[in-house]
């Protein structure tokens, strides 16, 4: 049976995680890393995850591919608003997000040649890339990958019957769910899942807590402003705001997250998970690594990057 393991950065472990580099210099220096492959998150395009690439590759020898993926193109999601199942919450990825497990397999394919097809890839999935990436093993099979790794994945569908959650992707997590292979974490494929606390939402009525910021990140007026709210609202209206959009994905508002993504739907059951403080969601916004770090800056990468090396 698989394990399910839990780590928290700067806290105690919950449990015990297998063993690990204790500096990810150390691990670079005398491991050989697997070649990888990022799948872009929800509205993300390739271009964003070019300083990822490149630090993973300049600064660790990772040879990168990432999958070619523009914002318009996630304009063919809309065609699922024509199956019926959409309607009724039911919609499978397939065939609607195909172009999308085309552009991750093309990448793949990539990725092989720069390997040469002596070794095993890894799988770096942000956002609802880390679920597609499932999807992808799905269909596509697993004897080419041996590791995934997600990044404020968005793993978990939202609980049902409470009031005011709707699936925001229409049963397709749900499906992920019941039809994808679960996590593991053995010798031959490893499920790692990385998870933010950058701010504790809370409720839109009835909680006048003052909002809770990962302790990383100071709250400035130019972080304010960088977010996807007003900037002349004040913090508590802010984790309100982002509150809800933690309900919508997990069903409460008062939890941690990543401002996007509430910490306890970036982990899977069976794989190693690991929380880390003060880390934002997306490369939107995040060019100040010192006000907003996202899962891709250079301080963030250097707490997973061992994963990817033999």
């Known amino acids: 049976m698989?394990?399910?393991?839990?780590?928290?950065?700067?806290?105690?472990?919950?449990?015990?995680?297998?063993?690990?580099?204790?500096?990810?210099?150390?691990?670079?220096?005398?491991?050989?890393?697997?070649?990888?492959?990022?799948?872009?998150?929800?509205?993300?395009?390739?271009?964003?995850?070019?300083?990822?690439q490149l630090t993973l590759q300049g600064e660790y020898g990772v040879p990168t591919v990432v999958a070619k993926v523009s914002r318009v193109d996630w304009l063919r999601n809309a065609a699922g608003l024509l199956d019926p199942s959409y309607w009724s919450g039911t919609l499978k990825p397939r065939p609607v997000l195909d172009w999308y497990l085309k552009r991750v397999d093309d990448a793949v394919q990539?990725?092989?040649?720069?390997?040469?097809?002596?070794?095993?890839?890894?799988?770096?999935?942000?956002?609802?890339?880390?679920?597609?990436?499932?999807?992808?093993?799905?269909?596509?099979?697993?004897?080419?990958?041996?590791?995934?790794?997600?990044?404020?994945?968005?793993?978990?569908?939202?609980?049902?019957?409470?009031?005011?959650?709707?699936?925001?992707?229409?049963?397709?997590?749900?499906?992920?769910?019941?039809?994808?292979?679960?996590?593991?974490?053995t010798p031959q494929l490893k499920y790692v899942c990385v998870a933010g606390r950058y701010i504790k939402g809370t409720k839109l009525v009835g909680n006048t807590e003052e909002q809770q910021v990962g302790p990383v990140v100071p709250v400035t007026d130019e972080v304010l402003a960088a977010d996807v709210v007003n900037s002349t609202t004040n913090p508590t209206f802010r984790a309100r705001f982002v509150g809800q959009g933690y309900k919508q994905v997990c069903g409460r508002a008062d939890v941690w997250g990543d401002g996007v993504?509430?910490?306890?739907?970036?982990?899977?059951?069976?794989a190693l998970n690991i929380t880390l403080d003060g880390v934002y969601h997306s490369p939107i916004g995040s060019s100040d690594d010192s006000q907003r770090p996202w899962y891709g800056s250079p301080g963030v990468i250097e707490q997973w990057v061992h994963h990817l090396l033999h």
Not at 156 to 166: A, E, M, Q, S
Not at 263 to 270: D, M, P
């Open 110 to 185: 990539e990725a092989k040649a720069l390997a040469q097809g002596d070794e095993t890839l890894s799988l770096i999935g942000h956002s609802a890339g880390g679920w597609l990436a499932r999807v992808y093993m799905e269909e596509f099979g697993v004897s080419d990958i041996s590791l995934l790794l997600t990044l404020g994945t968005p793993h978990l569908p939202p609980p049902k019957g409470i009031p005011g959650v709707i699936d925001q992707t229409r049963g397709l997590l749900y499906y992920v769910e019941e039809h994808c292979r679960k996590a593991v974490f």
């Open 261 to 270: 993504v509430p910490e306890e739907s970036a982990h899977l059951e069976g």
């Open 2 to 52: 698989a394990m399910a393991f839990s780590l928290r950065v700067r806290v105690t472990p919950t449990s015990k995680p297998p063993p690990a580099s204790s500096s990810s210099s150390s691990s670079s220096s005398s491991s050989i890393p697997r070649t990888a492959v990022i799948l872009p998150g929800l509205g993300n395009n390739s271009a964003d995850y070019a300083s990822l």
